[in-house]
């Protein structure tokens, strides 16, 4: 009996020296690595029309994490999610302007393309969660952001701005390691609608490209990222994002009998989303933003396909 309680004793002291290794290993080993996943040989044109079209949407896709505290360059920021840093620890959004010191020095074309299609950086690692991916694109938006970064804009004008080091959490290292993986590349990719094809326009700016459905359904960690339509209380609203300053619930995209899509005119619609003006409330609070650089026929498509999913 004494010689089995001994060695329980030693099997119990091995498991815990196990998991201290482990422990100690998701803290201070390295990052894993995804050299492995193919990098394009990629030249994007930068035509003044490709820069025009990344404009659009580096504004709706990429300004709002990625511009500077005090200027709409894209130098990055302090992360502004409390959740996210309660859960993964502080960090920053990266300096993305033509500067020499900053994140993007050094990127090829076809870097670029694989961290927005999969997520790995430059350096192999998988860059933290809360940067998206547009595994759903068409070719050409991915190439004209890249175009757009490319460009003369004064929103890419080198800036300067260097931010600390970011403070990843020990479960943001065990994420990284067990549950984190870079988004797959497609075998094809879907071309952007045309306009007239509304719904389907529609159901792309929302699903393909601004990315609408992470933050207006249910909860932003449960989203279907590869088949979004099929995400838990898809663009139901619902889900509290915890700014530093205040917690603001997400509303329903999906008019309902209740709420403000459901009472507005499609009028008042395009006044929302193209200038964030709102009958009755006050300007956007942060994380929305209006996209203004959409066009009014663009904005109708989005409503059209919301109204398209209203069930009556
Ligand atoms: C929700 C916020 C958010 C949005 C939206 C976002 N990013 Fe990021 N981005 C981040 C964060 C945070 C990092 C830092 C990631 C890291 O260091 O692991 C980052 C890093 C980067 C980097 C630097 C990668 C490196 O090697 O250090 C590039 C380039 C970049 N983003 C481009 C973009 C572009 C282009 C868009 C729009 C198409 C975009 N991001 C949209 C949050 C965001
Ligand atoms: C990063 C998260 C996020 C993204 C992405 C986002 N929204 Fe929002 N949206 C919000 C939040 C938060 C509010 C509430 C803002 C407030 O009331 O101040 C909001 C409010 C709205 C409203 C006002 C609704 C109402 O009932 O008052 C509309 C319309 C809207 N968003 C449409 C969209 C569309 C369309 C897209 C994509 C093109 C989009 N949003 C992308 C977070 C987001």
């Not at 620890?89 to 990127?107: C, D, L, R, V």
């Not at 209740?258 to 994380?287: H, S």
Request: proline content about 8%; some cysteine; glycine content about 6%.
């Amino acid at each position: 009996m004494r010689k089995f309680l001994s060695l329980l004793g030693k099997g119990v002291l091995a498991l815990l020296a196990i998991a201290i290794i482990a422990a100690a290993f998701i803290q201070f080993g390295p990052a894993p690595t995804y050299e492995e996943v193919p990098i394009p040989d990629l030249e994007v044109e930068v035509s003044p029309e490709a820069i025009e079209r990344g404009l659009t949407l580096v504004t709706n896709n990429c300004q709002n994490c990625h511009r500077g505290d005090e200027s709409t360059s894209l130098a990055g920021r302090y992360f502004d999610d409390r959740q996210a840093q309660k859960d993964l620890g502080e960090f920053y959004t990266a300096n993305i302007t033509q500067h020499p010191n900053s994140a993007m020095a050094g990127y090829t074309d076809g870097e670029l393309y694989r961290l927005l299609r999969t997520g790995i950086k430059r350096n192999n690692e998988m860059a933290i969660m809360v940067m998206p991916t547009w595994a759903l694109a068409s070719e050409q938006d991915i190439h004209d952001i890249i175009a757009f970064l490319r460009s003369n804009h004064p929103m890419v004008a080198p800036d300067p701005t260097e931010h600390p080091s970011h403070n990843p959490s020990f479960l943001a290292k065990m994420l990284g390691r067990v549950l984190v993986k870079p988004a797959p590349y497609a075998e094809t990719y879907p071309e952007r609608p045309p306009l007239s094809d509304s719904i389907a326009y529609g159901k792309y700016q929302i699903d393909n490209v601004n990315l609408c459905f992470f933050c207006h359904s249910a909860n932003i960690q449960t989203v279907n990222q590869l088949v979004p339509d099929q995400s838990p209380g898809y663009l139901g609203g619902g889900f509290v994002y915890k700014h530093l300053d205040y917690d603001i619930e997400v509303p329903g995209l999906i008019p309902t009998a209740d709420n403000n899509m459901g009472k507005w005119t499609i009028e008042e619609f395009v006044d929302a989303l193209k200038y964030g003006q709102r009958p009755d409330l006050p300007a956007y609070k942060q994380p929305m933003h209006p996209y203004n650089l959409l066009d009014t026929a663009e904005v109708r498509a989005i409503h059209h396909y919301l109204s398209s999913l209203a069930s009556n």
